[in-house]
């Protein structure tokens, strides 16, 4: 009987352990006031992808990133056009001309739409709305929940509030613009167990998602009603945003942090993982704002041993000549790359001698964007 007993006890107390580690709480929603560090790697090497089920550690310990990014999460009524979006809680820069808001419940938290630049990026500031929002995060959530959403966006705009010369390479003259943006998402939350990520350690339950983003753009001419010239746009514009596009994500969510402690980013297929962000940890020094990447390029690790990755930052699409000069100003190695915003290359510097060197981005202008110093070591 005491052997009976004392099995009892410990097949609840497992159980009750299982249950605690699997079950993520309203305690794990971001709120107004609150500062998020994350750090982002764009070119992870790493198995990021494994099956579902309890009890698993994952180790993203080899993840790299050259700087961690500060977001702020600041009272909806203090935000530009918070008009738009009266029941927001907070809102949060996402980048220099765009803003987001959100609101949150004891159950969710939930994407109210942006204000700032359209979607596209065509230029036309306006309060961009989701109807219904678009949930960012469910409590309790607990392992094994399944859940379906769907969003949609409306957009509609004179063709004269667009800067000079977008629509040139259209074969049409609209009179107005229409952006239609619908999102389908299936959430599961289909594993839990231990996350390691660089600087710490958390009991966490992931949520996979699958989500379809189709954007459409409509024209309108006269007195002709509302015209879908999406694959006119894709190939005049060369707007890269515009038709479906389906991608796979994972949640890394825990009670000890108010933000996901990881998201691994994949393609449709799951075969290429196209980015990482996870809690930065440790900060030092060298934060920046998510919102207000100054053009130019970071190289890390730095120092560097054989290989260094340089991530290229908030370029204006052109073409670039990256250089790294011996601390003589002799050029020991460069390359050319067309750039449009981010882009992260990897480097082998191997025949580079053990030393203090410096990088340099210049523009096809010939004008030097930014120089910085890269130190390589040897074993």
């Known amino acids: 009987m005491k052997y009976t007993l004392l099995f009892l006890v410990f097949v609840a107390s497992a159980l009750t352990a299982v249950q605690a580690q699997s079950v993520i709480t309203a305690a794990s929603f971001p709120r107004a006031g609150d500062t998020i560090l994350t750090s982002v790697d764009n070119l992870p090497a790493g198995n990021y992808i494994t099956g579902g089920g309890g009890g698993q550690s ?22 530009p056009g918070s008009y738009a979006f009266p029941s927001a809680s907070f809102y949060s820069s996402v980048a220099e001309n765009l803003v987001a808001y959100f609101r949150v419940s004891s159950s969710k938290v939930e994407l109210l739409g942006f204000y700032g630049e359209d979607p596209l990026g065509l230029g036309v500031e ?89 954007t459409r753009l409509d024209a309108k001419i006269g007195f002709f009603g509302w015209q879908d010239v999406t694959d006119i746009a894709i190939q005049a514009l060369n707007i890269p945003e515009l038709g479906p596009i389906t991608t796979v994500s994972y949640y890394y969510f825990s009670n000890e942090a108010v933000q996901p402690i990881a998201m691994v980013i994949a393609n449709e297929d799951e075969s290429q993982v196209q980015r990482v962000e996870y809690k930065a940890n440790n900060i030092a ?66 025949s580079l001698r053990k030393g203090t060197y410096l990088y340099s981005l210049v523009d096809e202008q010939g004008k030097t964007i930014t120089t910085r110093r890269l130190i390589v070591v040897r074993p």
């Open 58 to 79: 994952w180790d993203f310990t080899t993840l790299q990133a050259p700087f961690p990014r500060r977001t702020l999460l600041q009272p909806a009524m203090q935000g």
């Open 126 to 214: 306006t309060a961009s709305r989701f109807d219904p929002p678009v949930i960012q995060q469910r409590a309790p959530l607990k392992y094994l929940d399944t859940n379906s959403s769907q969003a949609n966006l409306s957009i509609a705009f004179s063709s004269d509030d667009l800067p000079a010369g977008v629509l040139d390479n259209l074969p049409i003259t609209p009179d107005s613009l229409r952006i239609r943006l619908n999102i389908q998402r299936s959430d599961e939350a289909d594993a839990w167990g231990t996350l390691t990520i660089p600087g710490g350690i958390y009991d966490v339950l992931r949520e996979r998602r699958t989500e379809v983003r189709e």
């Open 285 to 350: 020094s060298n934060v920046q704002n998510a919102d207000a990447l100054k053009p130019g390029v970071w190289a890390y690790p730095n120092p560097a041993i054989v290989n260094v990755r340089f991530e290229f930052t908030n370029l204006p699409a052109g073409r670039y000549k990256l250089k790294i000069l011996n601390i003589l100003g002799v050029e020991e190695w460069r390359k050319s790359y067309y750039i449009n915003g981010n882009h992260t290359e990897k480097i082998d510097i191997s």
